[in-house]
C-alpha cells in the first residue's frame, strides 16, 4: 500500500493506492493524524487506486472520521471502487462514510 | 494436492503481518492461473482470508513465535483456505459473532468473514486450525 497527501481548496487529500489491510492500516491513522495535527481537519481518502479494503482499513476510517469531527472537521471517501462499496455496505457503514464522485467534489459545498 | 484441484498455493512463516500481505500476494497467483474465477468471487474469499489471516496474527504474537501455514485451493465448484498456527487456542465464538456498530474501530473481521463464506469453521486443539470454503458462485 502506498499513501500520498496534497492539499486542494484547503482540504487534506489522502490517497490510499493497493490494498487497505492490517499492515498499511497504522500509515492511513498516522497520515490523518498528522494532517489533523497541521490544522487539516477537512480530509478527503482517494480510493480511486484502491484494490480492497478489509477491516483493519475500515478501523482506520473510522479511526480517521472520529479525530477529523473531533477537531470540527470530517473525513469523506471519494473514487470509491466497487470492492470497497461492497464491504461499506457489508458492515453498514456506508451510512456513515460518505461517498463522492472524486477528491475535488468531496468539500464543493463543504 | 487433491485431484480436482485446479490450483493450490502453500504460505508457511512467522505470525506477523507480513503473512496478510503475502495471502493476498499468493491469491493473486492463484487467480492468475484460474483467471475463470468471477470478480466478485475473489473478492469475497479474499475478504475472508484476510481477514481469518489477520486474526491468526493477532492472536498469536507474542513470545512464543508461533508458526503460521495457509493452504488455498480452487477446484471447479469452490474456493477453499486452511489455515493453522501453533499459539495458544484461541477463544473464540463464531456462533456468537456479530456486525458491532457503525463507530467501532474494531471487531467487523470474523463478522465480515462469515458473511464472505458459505462454512467457516474455527478448530482449537493444539495451537489451531481455520478452515474457509466459498462456494463458487459462477461455477
Known sequence: ?110 | MDSDALASEYIEGPADLTLVDAVHDALEDLWRRVPEVSDEDRMLFALAVSEVATNVVEHAEGPKHATVTVRLEVDAAMLTAVMTDDADPALIRLDRVAMPGEDAESGRGLALALAALDDLEHDPGDGNVWRLRRRRRDA
Open chain 1, 1 to 110: 500500500m502506498n499513501i500520498t497527501v496534497h492539499t486542494v481548496n484547503g482540504a487534506a487529500v489522502v490517497a490510499v493506492a493497493g490494498r487497505l489491510t492490517a499492515t498499511g492500516a497504522p500509515r492511513l491513522r498516522q497520515a490523518v493524524e498528522d494532517a489533523v495535527a497541521a490544522g487539516t481537519p477537512r480530509i478527503v481518502i482517494d480510493m480511486s487506486d484502491t484494490e480492497f479494503i478489509d477491516s483493519s482499513g475500515l478501523g482506520a476510517l473510522i479511526g480517521g472520521l472520529k479525530s477529523t469531527r473531533l477537531a470540527d472537521g470530517d473525513l469523506r471517501i471519494a473514487a470509491v471502487p466497487e470492492a470497497v462499496r461492497r464491504v461499506l455496505k457489508l458492515t453498514n457503514l456506508d451510512r456513515v462514510l460518505r461517498e463522492y464522485p472524486s477528491a475535488e467534489a468531496a468539500f464543493d459545498g463543504q
